[in-house]
């Protein structure tokens, strides 16, 4: 896959390589071969905790990576959990290994942008050259990339140049150099070099290129045709299907960039976000049942090293309620929930204990809505409120997809508390994922909802402070609330504090707000509030039955 010039006086014994393998055998193995060439500084891991661990602390300059590590987790998960934690330089040579020749993990692994590909049982004499292309290639790349994280563009541009006249044709140099170009939207300078590079090399990723920059010039019917005419004659190139895929998206051409979608999907099932582009062209063009298909190959790859699972089942799910919105027969609404709940059951077979605890939160949430949607309010809020109960008092330790999924919800229900909790919890995130993003920005552009919590939050602080003085005036207040929130919890409380102060304990709406808020996960301090009102209620219908 790579192509460098030599680099002379190499020195072994300071490239530091990590070796992850579930098989220590096999590990230990190509630390034997890897010797032999002089590196010394050897380190293996037989899982992913262990690896993640270990580029923590150390610096690597070569990862070799065993595709397959367990059943539940594969070298390409791993990889992009290091490169999103920041564990490995974005320099870094990355050689995937594996026994598995199969298209789908060698395909996987290029799009990974893997250095190499080996398959086991290994070439000795193969693997100390792929060692010696690979690292390189990093230091080919190295002083490039350094100057792009730095955010010093011409440098970058300038340092590819420099390479690429000193040692000549190197296509990774090229393709970063081109990338760059594009990027600053130098046509001119783009298609210059690019003419000069194919004219040396007809390499896929070229052509790939070209076509990227007649789309960003204006003719993406011509990028289009450009493209179909690569995936024929490179049918393994899973980036061009997804240029493909997402040029025919912006025409509109939905059913066409479905099919495009769904066959870079079948050569990398465990590539998440190729389900959920599968998935969303299928809600775009009402197809139920490829939507299915995706979310079933979704669930058995996702990935489960750290909170990522949790955020792509939040994206599909939120495809998932505009399929079921479209849905005008409420036998095709209930069928498909039943699926989703299909889905939901399939996963857990995953997942770990603790994993399976969130997903269960997020599946009562999930189902809250569309309670909500089918005018069950009750049996939404007690669905809601059992979705976050494991988090009241701790909210920090919520995923942010949990919680900007529960706050229409609560918002909907008026619960300030909830509210005010999640809010202050994700204000102090410095990052949040796409999809809590999205979701929350959707809540904040919407000034009106925004005003009337304020005024809620107003309300329910005068009514507090009225109970002991005034019941009357205060059960008023709690009557105005419940008119707008009719299952706030706090207004249900305090109306019942209101008429048990005015010793009207028989009145019906005591028994009113007592099912409305029985059988409910309640936080603190509404918990405490609710076991005393209890004993209240107890003691006063004693008086009255003495």
């Known amino acids: 896959m790579t192509e460098t010039p030599p680099h002379a006086n190499i020195d072994w014994q300071h490239v530091k390589v990590l070796i992850i393998d579930d098989q220590l055998s096999s590990a230990l193995l190509i630390q034997n071969i890897l010797q032999s060439i002089?590196?010394?500084?050897?380190?293996?891991?037989?899982?992913?905790?262990?690896?993640?661990?270990?580029?923590?602390?150390?610096?690597?300059?070569?990862?070799?990576?065993?595709?397959?590590?367990?059943?539940?987790?594969?070298?390409s998960e791993l990889l992009t959990v290091m490169k999103k934690n920041n564990c490995i330089s974005s320099y870094c040579g990355i050689i995937f290994i594996s026994g598995d020749r199969t298209p789908e993990v060698i395909v996987t692994s290029i799009s990974m942008d893997a250095d190499s590909f080996l398959s086991k049982p290994l070439n000795i004499g193969m693997l100390k050259h792929r060692i010696v292309?690979?690292?390189?290639?990093?230091?080919?790349?190295?002083?490039?990339?350094?100057?792009?994280?730095?955010?010093?563009?011409?440098?970058?541009?300038?340092?590819?140049?420099?390479?690429l006249q000193q040692h000549g044709h190197n296509i990774d140099i090229e393709i970063i150099l081109l990338d760059l170009l594009i990027d600053q939207q130098d046509w001119p300078q783009a298609q210059q070099l690019l003419n000069l590079f194919s004219e040396r090399s007809q390499h896929h990723k070229l052509r790939l290129r070209q076509a990227q920059l007649i789309h960003r010039q204006g003719d993406s019917i011509a990028a289009i045709q450009l493209l179909r005419t690569l995936i024929k004659q490179v049918p393994l190139f899973v980036e061009a299907y997804d240029e493909l895929a997402a040029l025919l998206h912006q025409q509109h051409q939905y059913d066409a960039a479905k099919e495009i979608a769904y066959q870079a999907l079948r050569l990398t099932p465990s590539i998440s976000h190729r389900s959920l582009q599968v998935a969303q062209l299928a809600v775009k063009t009402h197809d139920s049942s490829l939507f299915m298909e995706a979310g079933k190959i979704l669930v058995t790859h996702l990935p489960l090293i750290d909170n990522d699972w949790i955020i792509h089942f939040a994206q599909f799910t939120a495809l998932f309620e505009q399929l079921h919105n479209q849905q005008l027969s409420p036998m095709l609404q209930r069928k498909l929930i039943k699926q989703l709940t299909k889905l939901h059951y399939q996963a857990r077979q995953r997942l770990t204990h603790y994993q399976k605890i969130i997903l269960t939160a997020f599946r009562h949430i999930t189902l809250?809505?569309?309670?909500?949607?089918?005018?069950?309010?009750?049996?939404?809020?007690?669905?809601?409120?059992?979705?976050?109960?494991?988090?009241f008092g701790q909210m920090s330790k919520a995923p942010a997809s949990i919680m900007v999924d529960a706050l229409p919800l609560l918002i909907h229900f008026g619960e300030t508390g909830l509210i005010r909790e999640i809010y202050q919890v994700l204000m102090t995130r410095s990052v949040l994922d796409d999809h809590s993003h999205h979701r929350l920005n959707q809540l904040q552009e919407n000034k009106f909802i925004i005003e009337n919590i304020r005024l809620l939050i107003a309300q329910l602080a005068t009514a507090k402070a009225t109970i002991s003085p005034d019941p009357q005036r205060a059960y008023c207040i709690y009557q105005t609330i419940l008119r707008d929130y009719p299952y706030n919890t706090e207004a249900h409380l305090g109306r019942i504090n209101s008429l048990l102060i005015m010793q009207k304990i028989t009145h019906p709406e005591i028994n009113s707000s007592l099912q409305k808020i029985k059988k409910m996960p309640l936080a603190s301090p509404l918990l405490e509030w609710f076991t005393q009102l209890q004993r209240q209620i107890k003691d006063q219908q004693s008086v009255i039955y003495n």
């Open 38 to 75: 002089n590196l010394t500084a050897i380190d293996i891991a037989t899982n992913s905790t262990n690896a993640l661990q270990l580029c923590k602390t150390t610096a690597y300059d070569l990862i070799l990576i065993d595709f397959h590590l367990d059943p539940q987790i594969s070298g």
């Open 133 to 163: 292309t690979v690292y390189q290639a990093c230091l080919s790349r190295k002083p490039v990339y350094i100057a792009i994280e730095n955010n010093h563009i011409p440098t970058a541009i300038s340092l590819c140049r420099q390479q």
């Open 368 to 391: 809250a809505r569309f309670a909500v949607t089918n005018k069950q309010p009750l049996k939404a809020k007690r669905r809601l409120l059992h979705g976050l109960k494991i988090y």
